[in-house]
């Protein structure tokens, strides 16, 4: 694609060189440049790509996008925000792909990648071939690909619809992070229909107050619309969860129709009679196209409200509700969500993926209810994250367990101490006895620990790593996965 139709495509920029030269592809890390890329300065926040663009061009890069001319003797794209840029000019380089295929974001504090993989499974058994990207792994057409986060940069994500949109995939849906909201990744991408799952706190280190939080995920449902390709349908869906007080604040910020769903109000699909065990969850839904029920083998009201919100989503696919019921139930769970590790010891391990306040407390109630004896929660909280999160979750893990293991989450650049310290003041400010929790920074020995105290009846939860395979401590990534350890903690006890 030569450099000024790129251009084209773009408001305010200025061209310095020649626009008549030919892009082959786009890059924003210098070190993955080839000969011919276009290369996009980003000031992150940590380094400054602009420091980059000197190697970017010894590597043969063509041109350059950036935020001021630079002392480079390559033909150079200057902008005003080149994250901004980077989303427009990859949706173009790539042919729109999101407009050749029907998109489904969804976003919220938690339950988005339950969600995603719901309507992932719905779609899939209705033989549209689907593709799924966010927090555990992107996949379509058979292979998987690991994912660094939620929701991909512009340029990822540009680039990954494109070769769905090349392998044939009809549908994707994806999670749409609030901090790709604030940073322009899905600029650009055409969604049908943007669902909301729930508003709890998290990442306030991020967006700073609840409200400023609430506007970010309110650009979603505000720019719904404001994409439109020519041979889709112009109708765009927002689907609110109407039990969430923040539905009300989205429904007025967006132009597309909204469609509710919920427990405790009234909406347009709703769940009643729900009831709990530790094998599943069953309900009756009444909808805009009949009524069934639906007996989930997931556990939790929480799997309840992420139901819904798949099914709602599916409807408006047109998807029979009977189908969606048939797919909903062979759904066995998704990985590291209330997912039970199981060796055949006498008490339950249960590992779960709440890292934030609302989320160990969904999980912590669930687990209560079908506990036959004591729980033993094992947590921590992530470093380099939202810090007042920490002493409510401390609070909330004490509120619900009988014993409670703090320890080190993904402690990145602080110091694990520190953070297990932040744990503690909520801890201390409720008065919790000491005899009843316990610091110990090193994950794998307070598993071991809550596992041997565990005795039959009891349930052990690990919370707040789920799928994760790894720990990053320091700028070091560690081979850990608490499914793993508990299993061999399991192991060694019964010899
Ligand atoms: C706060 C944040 O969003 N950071 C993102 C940001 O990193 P950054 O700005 O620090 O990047 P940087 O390291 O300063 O580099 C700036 C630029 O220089 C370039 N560079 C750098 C070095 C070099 O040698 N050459 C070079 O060209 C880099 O490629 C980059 O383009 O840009 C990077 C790549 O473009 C992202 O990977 C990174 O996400 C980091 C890993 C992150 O932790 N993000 C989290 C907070 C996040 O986005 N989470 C959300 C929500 C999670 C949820 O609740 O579900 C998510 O969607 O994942
Ligand atoms: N609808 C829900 N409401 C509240 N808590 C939930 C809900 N669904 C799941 N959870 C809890 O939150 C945890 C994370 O769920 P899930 O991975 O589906 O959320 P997410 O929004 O994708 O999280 P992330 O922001 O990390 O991508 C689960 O392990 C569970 O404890
Ligand atoms: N999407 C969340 C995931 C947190 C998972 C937890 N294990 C941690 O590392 O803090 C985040 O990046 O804040
Ligand atoms: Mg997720």
């Not at 005003?80 to 998109?103: E, K, Q, T, W």
């Not at 696919?317 to 199981?342: T, W």
């Not at 609302?358 to 033993?376: K, Y």
């Amino acid at each position: 694609m030569k450099l000024s139709e790129l251009t084209s495509c773009l408001a305010a920029v200025r061209l310095y060189g020649d626009g008549e030269l030919d892009i082959s592809d786009i890059q924003v890390d210098s070190r993955r440049v080839k000969p011919g890329d276009l290369f996009i300065c980003l000031p992150g926040f940590t380094v400054d790509g602009h420091d980059y663009a000197r190697q970017a061009a010894e590597q043969g890069a063509a041109a350059l996008v950036c935020e001021r001319k630079l002392d480079v003797d390559l033909p150079q794209l200057v902008v005003d925000d080149c994250r901004f840029a980077m989303a427009v000019l990859s949706n173009a380089f790539f042919g729109s792909p999101s407009s050749r295929m029907r998109m489904i974001g969804v976003t919220g504090t938690n339950g988005k990648t339950t969600t995603t993989y719901l309507i992932e499974r719905i779609m899939q058994d209705h033989g549209l071939k689907t593709g799924l990207i966010g927090t555990i792994q992107m996949r379509y057409d058979g292979q998987t690909y690991p994912t660094s986060g939620t929701t991909p940069e512009s340029l990822e994500l540009q680039r990954s619809l494109h070769d769905m949109a090349v392998k044939g995939v009809q549908c994707c849906v994806m999670e749409v992070s609030s901090h790709a909201l604030e940073q322009g990744r899905v600029k650009g991408t055409d969604f049908r229909t943007a669902i909301f799952t729930n508003l709890t706190q998290d990442h306030l280190d991020y967006h700073h107050s609840m409200e400023e939080y609430r506007a970010t995920k309110g650009l979603f449902f505000a720019r719904l619309g404001n994409v439109i390709s020519p041979w889709k349908e112009e109708r765009k869906y927002a689907v609110l969860n109407v039990d969430d007080e923040a539905s009300s604040y989205f429904a007025a910020q967006t132009a597309a129709e909204v469609v509710t769903y919920g427990i405790d109000n009234q909406a347009n699909v709703r769940a009643s009679r729900i009831s709990i065990t530790a094998k599943g969850t069953s309900f009756h839904v009444e909808t805009f196209k009949g009524e069934t029920d639906i007996s989930l083998r997931m556990v939790g009201k929480f799997n309840v409200y992420n139901a819904l919100a798949a099914i709602t989503a599916a409807l408006l696919e047109d998807i029979p509700l009977a189908e969606i019921k048939a797919s909903l139930e062979a759904v066995a769970g998704v990985a590291g969500r209330v997912e039970s590790v199981d060796e055949g010891q006498d008490f339950a391990v249960i590992v779960d993926y709440a890292h934030t306040p609302d989320g160990l407390e969904n999980v912590l109630r669930t687990v209560r209810e079908f506990a036959g004896g004591q729980v033993l929660t094992v947590f921590g909280c992530g470093g380099d994250r939202d810090r007042t999160k920490r002493p409510k979750m401390g609070k909330i893990a004490a509120k619900y367990s009988d014993k409670v293991l703090v320890t080190s989450d993904n402690p990145r650049t602080e110091d694990p101490l520190l953070i297990l310290r932040d744990i503690e003041a909520g801890l201390e400010e409720d008065a919790v006895p000491a005899e009843r929790y316990e610091l110990i920074a090193d994950r794998r020995e307070a598993i071991r620990k809550a596992i041997e105290m565990a005795s039959p009846g009891d349930v052990v939860l690990i919370a707040g790593k789920g799928h994760e395979t790894y720990q990053l401590i320091g700028g070091v990534v560690h081979e850990f996965d608490d499914r793993i350890v508990a299993k061999e903690v399991i192991r060694g006890r019964s010899y």
